[in-house]
């Protein structure tokens, strides 16, 4: 099983809400990352943790808060964002290691969450 | 720093029609590469991968090879389907790095 799953698939919110994006994996990878996707361009990493622990913020306004309860679950709170954070949304999870025997280490993306900003 | 550059898109193909998109790659050491599809309103969905030089990944109907002399990694596919419509991304995993580092994608139209 390869899945990860994300929740909600669509969310609409007002610049002043505050709201969180779930992702969650049963594959025992120890890496998950949030990624941002504007359309028809790549992804852009947002964040990674690795074995819980935050390892790389790739200089992300405060607005958005990441959280990693336990090594299954990742979330990202969103708070006071602006229009042009709409955007999907994409968590993924790899094995957690970064060094060691060289292996592909793939990551696995969820569907994503649609987030719409008014 | 680490970079992969994809042909431009869109690229429009009639069924049945054979399939090249091109990618190549600038790293240092001995990257793993990738290629992703994205199907419209959709995450992605890894398609092959490769880990050292002269690895052919395949899935699907698609294949790569890992080109380490031409630092290529072109996605080939003898007959696409109409089905196959979607984005691809052409993508590298640094030795040691967990980032991913993806080409600008590359869109795959197939008419009937």
């Known amino acids: 099983d390869t899945e990860v799953t994300q929740t909600p698939k669509h969310l609409v919110m007002g610049m002043t809400n505050k709201k969180s994006l779930k992702c969650e994996q049963h594959?025992?990878?120890?890496?998950m990352y949030w990624y941002k996707q504007k359309a028809k361009k790549p992804p852009e990493l947002m964040f990674v943790y690795s074995y819980e622990k935050l390892s790389i913020n790739e200089s992300v306004p405060s607005r958005f808060s990441p959280e990693c309860p336990n090594s299954s679950l990742l979330n990202l709170h969103l708070h006071a964002l602006q229009p042009e954070d709409s955007a999907l949304y994409l968590c993924?999870?790899?094995?957690?290691?970064?060094?060691?025997?060289?292996?592909?280490?793939?990551?696995?993306f969820g569907p994503g969450t649609r987030l719409t900003v008014t | 720093g680490d970079s992969v550059t994809q042909m431009e898109g869109p690229v429009t193909l009639s069924e049945e029609a054979f399939l090249t998109i091109n990618c190549t790659y600038t790293?240092?050491?001995?990257?793993?590469l990738f290629w992703y599809v994205q199907y419209p309103g959709e995450g992605l969905q890894l398609l092959l991968k490769a880990t050292k030089a002269d690895d052919k990944g395949s899935n699907k109907g698609f294949e790569a090879t890992y080109r380490k002399e031409t630092t290529s990694f072109h996605l080939e596919k003898g007959s696409v389907q109409v089905s196959d419509s979607a984005v691809y991304f052409c993508?590298?995993?640094?030795?040691?790095?967990?980032?991913?580092?993806f080409g600008t994608g590359t869109r795959l139209l197939v008419s009937p």
């Open positions: 993508a590298l995993r640094g030795a040691g790095f967990q980032k991913l580092v």
């Open positions: 594959m025992g990878h120890r890496a």
């Open positions: 790293a240092t050491g001995y990257p793993s």
């Open positions: 993924a999870s790899s094995q957690g290691r970064t060094s060691g025997p060289r292996g592909s280490y793939e990551q696995y």
